[in-house]
């Protein structure tokens, strides 16, 4: 027949595909730039004690726009993989993929819930300041805990217009604030000492590029995207680029503003008076109330976006496991009516809710005990998948014929995964530093053991389903498809055992 | 209840599943329709028998119907399915409409044989025309709902009964742990992938669920190969949502 006739059927299915604006702005709305910058920047500084978090943002950046060209590249090859641990499953074979996903779980389940600290903490103050209430972190926290459990059984995600809005509104106050702030330097010198490369040598670097790492996470999402873009091989590759470098830029410009406004001698000590305040503080004498006030409702929303956009990353890592039955296989079910992962969403909220209470009950600070700590956990987490996920790209490219180059396969997933395993490093070294606690504290090795632990007991599992359950075992990685097997793009791959 | 209305038909077929054998009223001049057909079927399991409102989330109920006509198709010796592709073995056109629609497209676009790319073509339209395939049966009435700038038209069963059926049928056999005939294998496959299974077997002991995946996985390797699709085709759907 001939192929000259219009393709009706590809025509039918790229209505209302997605191009790299929309994929651009889901995946920064997640990351939540207005939250990185007036909380996890300011916190940062503030418990880290470093000056150089500016200067980590870019590297960062760097490093994870080397990251992604592998990544990026793989996910071409694999239809319809969200998840880091898919990649690693098919790199790495399938118990460090079991290791990854539970490596990943945690990860994730640690930035929602940490973030539940700041929304809290953030909310309860902008609340108490402008209508003079009493209220506690808590309880802001577990308002907003149960608007978004209730969202997320609902399967209601931020409508992407509004996303859009928030979002463009969040850069244009940043880039506001950072002019203001760059205009009225603390000595009456713009100094670009936070910027200095010879931080990356300094102690406590560590400290500052997990933080920064943890600003990032979410732009890992564009992958999920790639079969609801109109051009999956281009689409994917350019709006997670542009998703780093926009981001990275914003962060980095922002905290250096912060400390031109301060002066980088006093940025550490400011930031330890005001906290999240810090950046609202700098800008207020020289702005209109009303829009420091709008910046500071922007930022709660955009701490709310966050919330939400990490907890139905969960929710749909407990399904996609489920449906493989590596869990158990009621996380797989879903809502009938909404189609919401329903049981994965309702026990990432019973989790979050266990912990807040707990952390109210403790007394613990909700930002540096809850939202820094435990988000920086989460950065940690990440930053584990994202490395192990830059060998698993090498490992995949290395057992397939394919036709990329040297470059995408070999060398920019090598470099990623020496200068992620370097940073990995010198975070663990120094991760008393991270927490703000003393070198010889058990607290600096609880967090990081708990990943430890959550990859021996995924290998484990997977080494008890190869032997007693070869057909769950066999379905490692596969999500959705499982009852059909991995859908391969045109290159073929043998799967490790 | 009479759990078997269909007495003798052990045709290990899904075509000319023959009506329920009790009176059925009719609506409008509509002739009254001679087959009971996946889609239809399916479409009355996904909706509420009374108010015609959605049983299932829209994504799914689409895939659903989109396999339930790719199904009919296979019913009526047209295609098949061979691992994740669909294969078109008989091209002379069905006497249905519709299926003669769905066989038509298939037919004009050789250059896809992904069983998954056409679930999804056909999803984007299979609710709309299944139930105008209804509506002309007289199975459906077409009512309009909402406001004057947001109306649109839902399809309400024209008779509860004939739409509770399915529904009363299934159940009814699963939970006394009766075969399903192939009609109704084929269709219980359908609620299965599309999770639309716990409408079936509300408030059943575990067994009634394990009986249900045993019946569905008797279904004919083809077939078996659909369901699949349609499964992962839902999961993704599942993990792939954002609100537009």
Same mark, same amino acid.
């Given at each position: 027949?001939?192929?000259?006739?219009?393709?009706?059927?590809?025509?039918?299915?790229? $209505?209302?595909?997605?191009?790299?604006?929309?994929?651009?702005?889901?995946?920064?709305?997640?990351?939540?730039?207005?939250?990185?910058?007036?909380?996890? =920047?300011?916190?940062?500084?503030?418990?880290?004690?470093?000056?150089?978090?500016?200067?980590?943002?870019?590297?960062?950046?760097?490093?994870?726009?080397?990251?992604?060209?592998?990544?990026?590249?793989?996910?071409? $090859?694999?239809?319809?993989?969200? =998840?880091?641990?898919?990649?690693?499953? $098919?790199?790495?074979?399938?118990?460090?993929?079991?290791?990854?996903?539970?490596?990943?779980?945690?990860?994730?389940?640690?930035?929602?819930?940490?973030?539940?600290?700041?929304?809290?903490?953030?909310? !309860?103050?902008?609340?108490?300041?402008?209508?003079?209430?009493?209220?506690?972190?808590?309880?802001?926290?577990?308002?907003?805990?149960?608007?978004?459990?209730?969202?997320?059984?609902?399967?209601?995600?931020?409508?992407?217009?509004?996303?859009?809005?928030?979002?463009?509104?969040?850069?244009?106050?940043?880039?506001?604030?950072?002019?203001?702030?760059?205009?009225?330097?603390?000595?009456?010198?713009?100094?670009?000492?936070?910027?200095?490369?010879?931080?990356?040598?300094?102690?406590?670097?560590?400290?500052?590029?997990?933080?920064?790492?943890?600003?990032?996470?979410?732009?890992?999402?564009?992958?999920?995207?790639?079969?609801?873009?109109?051009?999956?091989?281009?689409?994917?590759?350019?709006?997670?680029?542009?998703?780093?470098?926009?981001?990275?830029?914003?962060?980095?410009? /922002?905290?250096?503003a912060m400390s031109v406004a301060t002066g980088p001698d006093r940025i550490v000590a400011a930031a330890r008076a005001d906290g999240t305040d810090l950046i609202f503080n700098l800008v207020?004498?020289?702005?209109?109330?009303?829009?420091?006030?709008? !910046?500071?409702?922007?930022?709660?929303?955009?701490?709310?976006?966050?919330?939400?956009? &990490?907890?139905?990353?969960?929710? $749909?890592?407990?399904?996609?496991?489920?449906?493989?039955?590596?869990?158990?296989?009621?996380?797989?079910?879903?809502?009938?009516?909404?189609?919401?992962?329903?049981?994965? /969403?309702?026990?990432?909220?019973?989790?979050?809710?266990?912990?807040?209470?707990?952390?109210?009950?403790?007394?613990?600070?909700?930002?540096?005990?809850? &939202? &820094?700590?435990?988000?920086?956990?989460?950065?940690?987490?990440?930053? +584990?998948?994202?490395?192990?996920?830059? =060998?698993?790209?090498?490992?995949?490219?290395?057992?397939?014929?394919?036709?990329?180059?040297?470059?995408?396969?070999?060398? =920019?997933?090598?470099?990623?995964?020496?200068?992620?395993?370097? +940073?990995?490093?010198?975070?663990?070294?120094?991760?008393?530093?991270?927490?703000?606690?003393?070198?010889?504290?058990?607290?600096?090795?609880?967090?990081? !053991?708990?990943?430890?632990?959550?990859?021996?007991?995924?290998?484990?599992?997977?080494?008890?389903?190869?032997?007693?359950?070869?057909?769950?075992?066999?379905?490692?990685?596969?999500?959705?498809?499982?009852?059909?097997?991995?859908?391969?793009?045109?290159?073929?791959?043998?799967?490790?055992? | 209840?009479?759990?078997?209305?269909?007495?003798?038909?052990?045709?290990?077929?899904?075509?000319?599943?023959?009506?329920?054998?009790?009176?059925?009223?009719?609506?409008?001049?509509?002739?009254?329709?001679?087959?009971?057909?996946?889609?239809?079927?399916?479409?009355?399991?996904?909706?509420?028998?009374?108010t015609g409102r959605s049983r299932l989330f829209e994504s799914a109920t689409a895939y659903g119907l989109a396999a339930a006509l790719l199904a009919e198709l296979y019913g009526e010796g047209?295609?098949?399915?061979?691992?994740?592709?669909?294969?078109?073995?008989?091209?002379?056109?069905?006497?249905?409409?519709?299926?003669?629609?769905?066989?038509?497209?298939?037919?004009?676009?050789?250059?896809?044989?992904?069983?998954?790319?056409?679930?999804?073509?056909?999803?984007?339209?299979?609710?709309?025309?299944?139930?105008?395939?209804?509506?002309?049966?007289?199975?459906?009435?077409?009512?309009q709902v909402g406001r004057l700038w947001r109306q649109r038209t839902v399809y309400v069963p024209a008779d509860m009964n004939t739409a509770a059926w399915s529904w009363a049928r299934l159940?009814?056999?699963?939970?006394?742990?009766?075969?399903?005939?192939?009609? %109704?294998?084929?269709?219980?496959?359908?609620?299965?992938?599309?999770?639309? %299974?716990?409408?079936?077997?509300?408030?059943?002991?575990?067994?009634?669920?394990?009986?249900?995946?045993?019946?569905?996985?008797?279904?004919?390797?083809?077939?078996?190969?659909?369901?699949?699709?349609?499964?992962?085709?839902?999961?993704?759907?599942?993990?792939?949502?954002?609100?537009?």
């Amino acid at each position: 027949m001939s192929h000259s006739k219009p393709d009706t059927v590809s025509a039918v299915l790229a $209505r209302g595909r997605l191009g790299i604006p929309s994929v651009v702005f889901f995946v920064i709305a997640a990351a939540a730039p207005l939250t990185v910058v007036a909380g996890g =920047a300011t916190t940062g500084y503030a418990v880290t004690g470093v000056t150089g978090i500016p200067v980590s943002y870019l590297l960062v950046a760097a490093v994870l726009a080397l990251f992604a060209v592998g990544y990026v590249a793989m996910s071409r $090859r694999i239809v319809n993989a969200g =998840a880091f641990y898919t990649y690693v499953t $098919r790199g790495l074979g399938r118990p460090a993929g079991v290791g990854a996903a539970m490596v990943a779980l945690l990860a994730y389940n640690a930035m929602q819930i940490g973030l539940y600290g700041g929304a809290g903490a953030v909310t !309860a103050q902008f609340l108490n300041d402008r209508y003079g209430v009493g209220l506690t972190w808590w309880s802001c926290a577990l308002a907003v805990w149960a608007v978004v459990a209730v969202l997320g059984v609902a399967r209601i995600d931020l409508n992407g217009r509004v996303l859009a809005v928030v979002l463009v509104a969040e850069c244009v106050v940043a880039l506001t604030f950072d002019a203001i702030m760059v205009t009225h330097p603390a000595d009456g010198t713009v100094s670009f000492d936070t910027l200095a490369p010879s931080h990356v040598f300094a102690a406590g670097i560590g400290a500052a590029l997990v933080t920064a790492i943890t600003g990032f996470v979410g732009f890992e999402g564009t992958v999920v995207f790639s079969e609801e873009t109109k051009d999956p091989r281009r689409t994917i590759a350019r709006a997670t680029y542009i998703a780093v470098a926009v981001t990275g830029l914003l962060y980095g410009l /922002s905290a250096w503003a912060m400390s031109v406004a301060t002066g980088p001698d006093r940025i550490v000590a400011a930031a330890r008076a005001d906290g999240t305040d810090l950046i609202f503080n700098l800008v207020s004498p020289y702005l209109a109330d009303s829009i420091v006030t709008v !910046a500071r409702v922007l930022f709660i929303t955009s701490l709310f976006a966050a919330l939400l956009s &990490f907890h139905h990353t969960v929710a $749909r890592y407990l399904f996609a496991l489920g449906r493989e039955r590596v869990l158990p296989a009621v996380f797989g079910r879903t809502s009938r009516r909404t189609g919401a992962p329903k049981v994965g /969403s309702l026990v990432q909220s019973g989790l979050a809710f266990a912990v807040l209470v707990g952390y109210a009950v403790a007394g613990a600070d909700p930002i540096v005990h809850l &939202f &820094f700590w435990v988000t920086v956990t989460g950065g940690l987490g990440v930053l +584990i998948l994202m490395t192990v996920t830059s =060998a698993a790209v090498i490992g995949f490219f290395a057992r397939s014929t394919h036709t990329e180059g040297p470059w995408r396969s070999l060398i =920019a997933p090598g470099l990623a995964t020496v200068a992620l395993g370097g +940073i990995l490093t010198v975070t663990l070294r120094e991760f008393a530093t991270l927490l703000g606690v003393a070198p010889d504290s058990p607290l600096r090795w609880t967090f990081p !053991a708990a990943y430890a632990a959550v990859a021996l007991l995924g290998i484990a599992w997977a080494l008890v389903l190869r032997t007693t359950n070869p057909d769950v075992y066999a379905a490692v990685g596969l999500g959705a498809d499982r009852d059909t097997g991995p859908r391969l793009a045109p290159d073929t791959v043998r799967q490790p055992a | 209840m009479n759990s078997t209305p269909h007495g003798d038909d052990h045709a290990p077929h899904l075509r000319e599943h023959p009506t329920p054998a009790r009176p059925v009223r009719a609506v409008g001049s509509a002739a009254m329709p001679s087959t009971v057909r996946l889609a239809d079927e399916f479409f009355y399991l996904a909706h509420d028998d009374q108010t015609g409102r959605s049983r299932l989330f829209e994504s799914a109920t689409a895939y659903g119907l989109a396999a339930a006509l790719l199904a009919e198709l296979y019913g009526e010796g047209r295609v098949t399915f061979e691992g994740r592709r669909l294969r078109v073995i008989n091209t002379v056109p069905p006497k249905d409409w519709l299926q003669h629609l769905v066989l038509d497209r298939l037919v004009a676009e050789p250059r896809h044989t992904e069983t998954r790319t056409w679930l999804a073509y056909f999803a984007t339209a299979a609710y709309h025309q299944v139930a105008t395939r209804m509506w002309q049966l007289g199975l459906l009435r077409q009512q309009q709902v909402g406001r004057l700038w947001r109306q649109r038209t839902v399809y309400v069963p024209a008779d509860m009964n004939t739409a509770a059926w399915s529904w009363a049928r299934l159940s009814f056999q699963l939970r006394n742990h009766q075969r399903l005939n192939a009609f %109704d294998v084929a269709l219980a496959g359908l609620a299965m992938h599309t999770q639309l %299974d716990p409408i079936l077997l509300d408030g059943t002991p575990v067994a009634v669920r394990a009986f249900l995946r045993q019946q569905v996985e008797q279904a004919p390797p083809p077939l078996r190969d659909l369901l699949a699709d349609l499964g992962a085709v839902v999961g993704s759907a599942v993990l792939s949502h954002r609100t537009t």
